[in-house]
């Protein structure tokens, strides 16, 4: 054989070597740097899978990192273009908070949900919200008859970030 048949084909077979033992990247299904969250547990860029095989750490589950309960909240109120208060906090107009997958999402617990438009009568509900349920409000403003006020919206019992807390000492009068 030839000298360059030679070299070609020990050039191919080397190529053939090292295409076939070149690391490549593994992810068929590209987890790469996501956060996968099923049914409230959160799978990391390291995916545990049963059928995987058998490792030393077989059986253990995931475990809950920052997944917190939520409730739904789905504002089936007219007219749309009313404001929606939640705790005395503005969280926006019925519109936002009607269709499939638009919702109120507050934390589980006891809240007042407030619905104010001028020239229709202020409606304040106390609801319960319950966690991983949906809660339906389906409210009809009344129109206010002429010479009527509407209530003023709703203010927060305490300021955002403030935690709840003994109330402040009055202040000393000057003459005491």
Known sequence: MRRNTIVALLTGALLVVVAT?????????????RVVIMGGFVYSPFFYDPFWGPYPYFG????????????????LASPKQAEVYVDG??????????????RLHPTPGGHTITLHLEGYR????????TPNST???QVTMDRLQPG??????PLPARPLGQR??????????PGA
């Not at 995931?62 to 789905?74: E, H, M, N």
């Not at 709840?164 to 009068?173: E, H, I, L, V």
């Open 21 to 33: 033992l070149w690391p490549s990247a593994a992810n068929a299904q590209g987890r790469r740097g």
């Open 135 to 137: 809660f339906k409000l």
């Open 148 to 153: 009527e006020q509407s209530d003023p919206p």
């Open 122 to 129: 202020t409606v304040t509900q106390n609801i319960y919200v």
């Open 89 to 102: 906090f503005y969280a926006g107009v019925v519109d936002d908070f009607d269709g499939t997958f638009q």
């Open 164 to 173: 709840p807390g003994p109330p402040p000492a009055p202040p000393n009068s």
């Open 60 to 75: 253990y589950g995931a475990y809950p990192i920052g997944a917190r309960p939520v409730g739904d909240v789905r504002v």
